[in-house]
């Protein structure tokens, strides 16, 4: 056996400060805890783990990028391995995780580029935050029937992940499954009963799933930037949902969930039945042209109808939300006004005059629309929301008649050349937008009434 080197120091159980170990290393037999960050960025190659440890804590081995091997005792009693454990162990290439963990913490394994095996415990409860995120040469992995939930991002970006057997989780998280890019299929455990918000994004290979008949919630818009998704398919006996040509909705037809972006129609008839329309559920569905919703629509949900190919909306409008001049707005319950909620994305009109009293311009309203270059909005516009003009590239003039700078959310106008859009305002009120990063170049001195037409509309022409 190779020489090993002595622990720099344990304290009451706990082995602290090995930064300087460099080879390979046997933790000694009377050691509890591996402490946190003990390893951090030590020339360890490879490491014996006795049956005392119970916990390695967190940034244990932390950067060791000298790491290739852990050898865990065949009695093991390890029970926790904590956040960030073995991240950025570059050269560590399998790991074997002893049947008595059930516990591991959020990023144990993010960034070990050159891990391809791990062998999960039977005993593993949760697979956390980010466990394998950034593990590219991990190419299968078993995740054990204890093992209830698959935590957010848990293997984001694993882009050479192209087997996952689930054997019985309750929950996936949001983005579980982010950039799994060559995925090819998913089968999703009867056990199921949740699924959140874009936990196959960036999937590019998975072209279908089957909701299985356990699945009680589903998160929205699942296969978001999932450009080959042709649809979903449901088990059959499922209590909550159903499938129509791809198209996953509630079982009784009145939630519309998700439809797939590989859709390809003229115009899609929302049934009659729906009553909510979910965020996100024709985002990127540039195979759609144009939609008509029903009347009696309860709820459409935030960027539900952008960026996809819609030229028209097909609608009259209610109480809730009211139809005019190609537009949909949502009555806001907080005050008095509007929020525009979403206009056609593929639309030939370039001018866009905003009804009176609109307070709100909704995330992703108005993005990604190459045609649209003028817009004119009114003096209550208090907030423009998250990605409301993303990408639209063709913009040229804003005019907006609010005295003082509405606020700009989150990347409200990303992706907009600043430096080709003119801004209009009243006078003196430059500065005030210009606080506001509203950054464009200093436009005209608004002058006259805001320009207004209030005839109702149920189509917009293209």
Known sequence: LPLFMQAQTVENGVLTNCSGVSGEYRVPDDVRVIGEGAFFYSGVTKVYIPASVEVIDKSAFYLAQSLQSVEFAANSRLKTVRDLAFSECIQLQEIALPNS???????????????????????????????????????????????????????????????????????????????????????????????????????????????????????????????????????????????????????????????PQQYVTEMFDVPASVKTIRPKAFFECNGVKGISIPETIEGIGLAALSNNGMTMFSFTGNEKYRFHEGLIYSRLNSQEGWALLAAPSKSANTDLILLPKTVYIADYALSYNPNLKNVTMPAELKYVGPFAFYSDQALENLTCYAVEAPQLLDCAFGEVPFNKVYLHVKPGSFNSYQQAEWLFLMGDDITGEYPYSDEPSSVTQV
């Open 101 to 259: 963990v059930d516990s591991l913490g959020a990023n144990v394994f993010t960034f070990c580029d050159a891990l391809r095996k791990v062998t999960l415990p039977s005993s593993l409860k949760k697979l956390s935050y980010g466990t394998f995120s950034s593990c590219v040469a991990l190419t299968r992995i078993v995740i054990p029937q204890a093992c209830k939930v698959v935590g957010e991002f848990a293997f984001g970006n694993c882009t050479g992940l192209s087997y996952v057997e689930i054997q019985g989780a309750d929950s996936i998280s949001t983005k579980a499954f982010y950039h799994c890019s060559v995925l090819p299929s998913l089968k999703l455990p009867e056990t199921l009963k949740a699924i959140g918000d874009s936990a196959f994004m960036r999937c590019d290979a998975l072209a279908s799933l089957e909701i299985p008949a356990s699945l009680e919630q589903v998160g929205d818009k699942l296969f978001l930037r999932c450009p080959y998704f042709e649809g979903f398919t449901v088990a059959s006996g499922s209590r909550n949902f159903v499938s129509e040509n791809g198209v996953l909705y509630s079982l009784d037809k009145t939630v519309l969930h998700e439809c």
